[in-house]
């Protein structure tokens, strides 16, 4: 008899290996069931494992299907040219909504990314990106006070930090050096993204800096749905 995890790495080996294609049926609990001769509640939990991990969707009084994993979003991950620019330039439905701007308590390493020191105020501006209507990805961008001092008056109104960046004087952009980690989505982080826990999150660290002058405009922590995306580093 197997159990839920084995139907679940059988099914995901099928589906990777091209036994079922995007939009195909999959037999039906009660065949999976009989199948590997396990109690319908495995199969259907087997199934709710692969919906949550991206494999499969579900429609109603209708089965499982297999999930189109090829209609990703190609991204480069670089910080010369602004998220937003990129999506438009590709054509996608695109839209932006500022969720939050608040200044934080001190933090050493943000700080210290900023090049500021304690006596500065830093404000995080946080911006939920869609595709289509759904979140893709959350934004959240520390600046100085310093640095911009409207940031707290304003900071509700920017859906693009770079073009915010472009009305201050700042043209040209570098990126600082970048760190690329994955972890599982927070019960906020699932809500603002509309994503099960079990698909895991791409977290970018990076800070953009203005190359005229060498001031460091931002740090930047990025958290991307990794089943919207594919990647390109450059």
Known sequence: MSNE??????????????KYH?????PSENE???????????????????????YIYKKQGKGSYVKDRYKQIELVLSGDVSFSQKMIDKGYDFQTKTIFCQEIRYNKKIFDSLETDEQDRIYKVGRLRYIDQQPIALH????AKSVFNDIDTVGMDITSMFKYYNVK????????????????????QRKLLNCPYLIPLLVLESGCMDT???????????????????YVIP
Do not use: W
């Open 5 to 18: 995890m084995e139907i679940v790495d059988k099914l995901m080996s099928q589906i990777v290996s091209g």
């Open 22 to 26: 995007a939009h195909n049926k999959l």
């Open 212 to 230: 005229k002058t060498g001031t460091v405009l931002e740090y930047i922590k990025i958290f991307y749905r990794s089943d919207c995306f594919s």
């Open 140 to 143: 959240i961008s520390y600046v």
């Open 169 to 188: 004087g700042y043209t040209e952009f570098c990126s600082k050096p970048s760190i690329l980690s994955v972890s599982f989505p927070t019960k906020s």
């Open 32 to 54: 999976i069931a009989e199948q590997y001769k396990v109690p319908r509640i495995t199969a259907r939990k087997a199934y709710e494992r692969l919906e949550e991990l991206g």
